[in-house]
């Protein structure tokens, strides 16, 4: 299928369920009203599965509408559809042309790109969809382990195809700029647990 068919797909899905009372998840109320950037640290911790494979999330960015850094920062459009519907959604692009990024929708135009992911569930798939041992410590990795695709846009984490459960209680949290951007560098909205391994790119030391 077409990337733009699936694109497609994925907004009218967005847009469908907005207003859906039956469409909002569990995992949906928890995080009503939630910005990026306070989501994506409540996300650290969480448990991320995707049709039976999955793991811990440890690192996660946060994106917002007035972030020149954002897909959202100019408006609605037909890829970032996503961003715009409710909360609690995926947001999946193709990035560079090459590889998927998964996004959880927080209010309308925010979004959190999830990072990293300490896997415990499908491990045997997530070896076998990557070819090697480096599973999950990179948007790019991780969405290749976890079978996503274009399709996947806009679905609710409502424990369907996809599920998060927050954590019972907040972790320490690592807390550092973005990484692999080039516009609003300096904001520190890049989110990590504290004492894990498996993080895309370490963190830098306090006072650094």
Request: hydrophobic share 40%; net charge positive.
């Amino acid at each position: 299928m077409p990337d733009k068919t699936r694109r497609a797909r994925g907004a009218e899905r967005a847009r469908s369920a907005e207003g859906d009372e039956l469409a909002t998840s569990p995992f949906s109320r928890q995080i009503q009203g939630l910005g990026a950037e306070d989501l994506a640290r409540r996300l650290i911790g969480a448990t991320l599965l995707v049709r039976g494979a999955g793991g811990t999330v440890i690192e996660t960015e946060a994106y917002t509408r007035d972030d020149p850094a954002s897909h959202s920062y100019r408006g609605p459009t037909a890829r970032n559809a996503a961003m715009f519907g409710p909360a609690g959604h995926a947001y999946v692009y193709r990035c560079y042309g090459i590889h998927l990024c998964l996004n959880v929708v927080a209010r309308p135009g925010e979004a959190v790109l999830i990072r990293a992911l300490a896997p415990h569930t499908g491990q045997e798939l997530m070896e076998a969809r990557r070819g090697n041992g480096l599973l999950c410590n990179g948007p790019g990795r991780l969405a290749q382990a976890l079978g996503l695709s274009l399709a996947d846009d806009g679905a609710p984490f409502d424990g369907g195809d996809l599920a998060l459960l927050l954590p019972a209680t907040a972790p320490e949290l690592l807390v550092g700029p973005r990484i692999g951007i080039s516009k609003a560098q300096d904001r520190p909205w890049r989110f990590g647990l504290a004492g894990a391994t498996g993080l895309s790119r370490p963190f830098p030391s306090p006072g650094t």
